[in-house]
C-alpha cells in the first residue's frame, strides 16, 4: 500500500475529529452569549458541522470498500471512525435539548461543562493528528491519560451542577429539563474518553 493511500485514513480522523473541536467551540461560544432568539438558527449551524463530519465518515467508509490493503485492520478504522463521529453527534444533541426544551437562560454549571467539553475536544484533536505515528510516537498515551483525567473533571462536575440543581432549584420543571441537558453534556466527555479507549485498543491490536 502506498504512503499517500495510508495517510488518506489518517488524515480523515483528524479531521472528523477538528469538526468535533469546532462543535464544541461553538457550543462553549452558543452558551457563553447566549441568546434565546437565535437558538434555532444556532441549531442549524451545529448540524452544518455534524453533516459535514457525517459525510467525511461516509467518504471513508466508501473509500474502505474498494481498498485491497489498509494501514490498519478494517474494523479498526470503522470504530475509530464511528467513536469520533459520536463526540460530534453527542455535542449536536445538547443543542437540540437546549432548543426543544425551550432554554430561557444558561446555567453558570453549563457555561463550565462546554469549556470542558472544548479541552475534551481539543485534546482528542491533538492524539489524531499524532496517531498516525501510533508504531513509534511518545506522545499518544500522555494524550490518552490527559482525556482520562479530562473525563474524570467532568464526572465531578457532573456530580456537583447535579446536586446544586436539586438544592437550589425550586422548579420541578426546570430540574426535570436541566436534569437531562446535564446527563447529555456528561456524554461528550464520556464520548472523547470512549474514542482514546478505542484508539488505545487500536493501538494494542497493530502493533
Known amino acids: 500500500m502506498s504512503k499517500k493511500s495510508d495517510n488518506y485514513y489518517f488524515k480523515n480522523f483528524v479531521i472528523c475529529a477538528e469538526y468535533g473541536e469546532e462543535a464544541a467551540r461553538m457550543l462553549e461560544r452558543n452558551l457563553k452569549e447566549f441568546d434565546v432568539t437565535h437558538l434555532s438558527e444556532r441549531l442549524d449551524e451545529i448540524h452544518g458541522i455534524e453533516h459535514a463530519a457525517d459525510q467525511k465518515k461516509h467518504e471513508m467508509l ?111 420543571l426546570e430540574v426535570i429539563v436541566w436534569r437531562e441537558i446535564y446527563i447529555y453534556l456528561e456524554k461528550c466527555c464520556d464520548a472523547c474518553e470512549h474514542t482514546a479507549n478505542a484508539a488505545e485498543r487500536v493501538i494494542l491490536k497493530n502493533t
Open 62 to 172: 466508501a473509500a474502505l470498500v474498494k481498498e485491497f490493503i489498509t494501514p490498519i485492520e478494517r474494523e479498526d478504522i470503522i470504530l475509530l471512525s464511528e467513536a469520533i463521529d459520536e463526540v460530534t453527534d453527542t455535542i449536536e444533541d445538547v443543542m437540540i435539548r437546549l432548543y426543544i426544551n425551550n432554554i430561557r437562560m444558561i446555567r453558570p454549571d453549563a457555561e463550565a461543562f462546554a469549556h470542558l467539553i472544548t479541552r475534551c475536544c481539543k485534546t482528542l484533536s491533538r492524539l489524531m493528528e499524532e496517531f498516525k505515528n501510533f508504531k513509534k510516537s511518545k506522545k499518544l498515551y500522555g494524550l490518552m491519560v490527559e482525556l482520562h483525567t479530562l473525563e474524570g473533571e467532568g464526572d465531578r462536575l457532573f456530580i456537583q451542577a447535579m446536586r446544586r440543581l436539586h438544592t437550589e432549584g425550586s422548579d420541578s
